[in-house]
């Protein structure tokens, strides 16, 4: 059976959607933030980085979410949620997937850890107000590309649209959140709808009342 060491609402929510899509045989091992789990010797005997999520898939050990991802789905050639090989999706499908991970991920990491990017000459609040604006202009351009599309990438549910629904949980508290784009709100309100994020999000005590 699959292990994946999760905390709600972290960066395991999409591993946890792309598990559920799936249909996968899997557990779920509570990593408590709140005691600094991550940091335990236990965890870092799996996971030297100490952060969230950590898959265990037999003898394989894995973090990154987005490597967990696609090895969950590689396992499962029949899954639409990556394009296949040599179709005109799947270079797109790489770049979201990357500009989502390693730019709107990592942008998000900052603006919520401020205190950690800062040596005392900028506040703390000063960095997360400029992470809110320089994220928003990165919702913007999604907005953009979702003009008239049901998903992201393709005609097929993708982890590139399962990743943005995470971000978009985690972003809901800005000025000007992801629901209040015309093309991303409508699209995001479609996601909700997928029983495999109504149900990773009932199990994550995450409401999706604003989506209705």
Do not use: W
């Given at each position: 059976m699959i292990?994946?060491?999760?905390?709600?609402?972290?960066?395991s929510m999409v591993a946890h959607f792309v598990?559920?899509?799936?249909?996968?045989?899997?557990?779920?091992?509570?990593v408590?933030?709140?005691?600094n789990g991550q940091k335990s010797e236990d965890y870092l005997a799996l996971n030297p980085t100490g952060r969230i999520p950590t898959l265990v898939d037999g003898d394989l050990v894995?973090?990154?979410?987005?490597?967990?991802?696609?090895?969950?789905v590689e396992k499962n050639l029949s899954s639409?949620?990556?394009?296949?090989?040599?179709?005109?999706?799947?270079?797109?499908?790489f770049q979201w997937l990357m500009y989502l991970t390693s730019t709107v991920q990592s942008e998000l990491m900052v603006y919520f850890y401020p205190d950690k990017h800062t040596d005392g000459l900028m506040g703390a609040s000063d960095i997360a107000s400029a992470q809110e604006k320089r994220i928003t202009d990165m919702?913007?351009?999604?907005d953009k590309e979702l003009t008239n599309?049901?998903?992201?990438v393709g005609g097929d549910l993708t982890i590139c649209d399962l990743y943005?629904?995470?971000l978009s949980i985690w972003a809901s508290g800005f000025t000007s959140p992801p629901l209040s784009f015309p093309h991303l709100g409508k699209y995001l309100r479609s996601l909700a709808l997928v029983p495999s994020i109504k149900e990773v999000c009932r199990k994550e005590n995450r409401s999706l009342e604003a989506y209705q």
């Open positions: 292990t994946l060491y999760y905390f709600p609402g972290n960066a598990l559920e899509e799936l249909g996968a045989d899997y557990q779920l091992m509570l408590d933030r709140k005691t894995l973090f990154e979410s987005a490597a967990i991802c696609i090895h969950l639409k949620l990556v394009p296949e090989i040599n179709s005109p999706e799947r270079p797109l499908f919702l913007a351009i999604l599309k049901q998903f992201l943005i629904m995470m």
